[in-house]
């Protein structure tokens, strides 16, 4: 690439290192890799140079690799399954084309995010992610604070991610149950269950099969292509078919807002919400070989891929919706159900809605992964409660099982709300949304900041945006605060107490707490990234 966007980082204060079988030329001179007594598990001498400038020991195996980091990104989003099975709000709030048009307004705007993400990314690839570079860009005085803060949100939001990847397999299931058993009552307690037993897999994969995690992903890449393409090809054969006037220009408010307008900006949440966790290869950072030119990659290129996947698939099950009120009004609770059945034979019914749960559950299962990577950073940079027990590598599997065994336990005690109220549950779950907007707002906002005052004082890239970079920020600094304010609406106009959106009173309790913790005890023994970055120019910012 030669202008915007410079993937081999020229800008007049980065190095350029271009990689050279197992050597690395760093500024013109050859140097070998594996020469160097100081390597470990896997890093590369540019690696190993991230590493030491921020001030981090090597303790994870990298076992990543160019395309299996593709793969793990592709799978942790899977836009176009979780677009199947998350559309509900958009149906009720734009109807057919509002859920269209909004995924093609968030899939742009969201871009902006996306190269944001890939740039910090490469400026420092640790798997602290948006908390380490907020501790990094921030203005001096407000670096702890800030990063604190910011942690506390990525942490909650990552965790609820977890738990809402459960929620969604146990109910699609519950679902398909209905599919084939007209007279089976769905119970909250029967979810629960469900997400018990998924969280053990999941829990149980992460810890004995992490070094097989690599190869797993290039494997579920075939599967998420071949699932893809069987789908789309289902629906363009046996599928009704609405007009296209239908698709692309009837707007419907569901709602009850006084305004169309005001419609589609509530219903553009599942759009946002397919859109999310980009930044989750950020967060494998320490286990990707070559990582500040990897992972920047793997997210730009996953995004790209799965929202052209998850805008074809879109097109195809919007023509298909024979009916939009028997859809959202279906037993099973899952318009996409609806689509199915109504135009296949049960049997396809089942074989379909199968794939898409293994399509899921592995998403969950990259899903723990990441975020007990984010856990376990947090944790050694003294941000969280416990937190040298939190951050504990097993020094044979090189994991850090007690994160991926806190994460696992949260994702349970969560579930045990959907008991007494599936309401409060998916109230905590959108959580997930709103911190890791706040996360990407801040994060963003920060770099902007340094770039814009300070460049010199910006870490190397060897991915960068180049002179792009303030407009890129901007823009996407605009978006996520945008997107940021819109996922507090309920969905209806007419607010009840099981239609309130109560992730507004969970996300001020969460950073209510968060600050008080700070206050009293998080000051004293939080510190930041930033304290022990190794490089002469952050010294002179602090």
């Known amino acids: 690439m030669s202008s915007a966007i410079d993937v081999e980082g020229k800008s007049p204060y980065q190095e350029s290192a271009t990689p050279i079988g197992n050597k690395y030329a760093i500024d013109g001179i050859v140097e070998d890799e594996s020469s160097d007594a100081s390597l470990r598990y896997g890093e590369t001498r540019m690696d190993h140079k991230d590493m ?29 399954e979780f677009l199947l099975c998350a559309n509900t709000q958009g149906l ?33 690839p640790t798997s602290g992610g948006q908390y380490h570079w907020v501790s990094e860009f ?8 800030l990063s604190y803060l910011t942690g506390w949100m990525s942490t909650m939001s990552w965790q609820a991610g977890v738990a809402s ?39 149980n994969l992460n810890i004995w099969f992490a070094r097989g995690l690599p190869m797993f992903q290039n494997l579920l890449l075939v599967l998420h292509v071949f699932g893809f393409t069987t789908i789309i090809i289902f629906l363009w054969v046996v599928g009704r078919v609405q007009p296209a006037s239908a698709v692309f220009t009837r707007f419907e408010n569901r709602g009850g807002w006084n305004s169309m307008g005001l419609s589609l900006m509530i219903g553009q949440i599942n759009a946002i919400y397919v859109a999310i966790c980009s930044d989750a290869a950020a967060h494998m950072s320490e286990e990707v070989k070559d990582a500040g030119l990897v992972v920047p990659r793997a997210i730009i290129c996953s995004y790209v891929v799965n929202g052209l996947m998850g805008l074809v698939l879109l097109i195809t099950y919007l023509f298909c919706i024979p009916s939009i009120d028997d859809a959202l009004s279906d037993a099973t609770g899952y318009p996409f159900l609806y689509v199915f059945r109504s135009s296949m034979s049960t049997g396809a019914v089942n074989a379909l809605t199968t794939l898409i749960l293994v399509l899921v559950a592995s998403s969950n299962i990259d899903f723990c992964t990441s975020a007990s990577r984010q856990a376990y950073a947090f944790a050694r940079d003294q941000g969280l409660p416990f937190s040298s027990w939190i951050s504990w590598v097993h020094p044979k599997l090189q994991v850090p099982t007690y ?41 963003i906002g920060c770099v902007l900041i340094k770039r814009v005052l300070h460049p010199e004082l910006l870490p190397q890239a060897r991915w960068s ?14 978006y996520a605060v945008f997107a940021f304010f819109w996922c507090f609406w309920p969905g209806p106009a007419t607010v009840e107490l099981k239609t309130f959106n109560w992730s507004v009173l969970i996300f001020v ?8 913790m700070y206050i009293f005890k998080g000051r004293f023994v939080y510190k930041g990234p930033v304290a022990l970055v190794q490089t002469g120019r952050m ?3 602090m």
């Open 165 to 203: 990847g459960g929620f969604l397999i146990g109910t699609v299931i519950q679902g398909l149950i209905t599919v084939n058993d007209t007279s089976y009552e769905p119970k909250p307690w029967h979810g629960t269950l469900l997400i018990f037993a998924i969280t053990l897999i999941v829990f």
């Open 539 to 541: 010294r002179t910012m």
């Open 465 to 478: 945006l180049g002179r792009f970079g303030v407009a890129v920020n901007v823009g996407g600094l605009t």
């Open 52 to 80: 030491h400038r921020m001030g981090k020991n090597q303790e994870l195996m990298r076992m990543f690799r160019s395309f299996s980091t593709f793969s793990f990104t592709i799978m942790i989003q899977a836009t176009w």
């Open 509 to 516: 309790a969460v950073a209510v707490g968060s600050t008080t």
């Open 92 to 124: 009720v709030n734009g109807g057919l084309a509002g859920l269209f048009w909004s995924y093609v307004w968030t899939y742009l705007g969201f871009s902006l995010i996306i190269l944001s993400l890939a740039e910090m990314a490469s400026m420092a």
């Open 403 to 443: 994160a991926i065994g806190l994460t696992s336990a949260i994702t349970i005690a969560l579930s045990l709300i959907n008991i007494g109220s599936a309401t409060a549950f998916n109230a905590i779950i959108s959580l997930q949304l709103v911190s890791l907007m706040l996360t990407y707002a801040v994060s």
């Open 138 to 145: 921030a203005p001096p005085q407000y670096q702890k604070s």
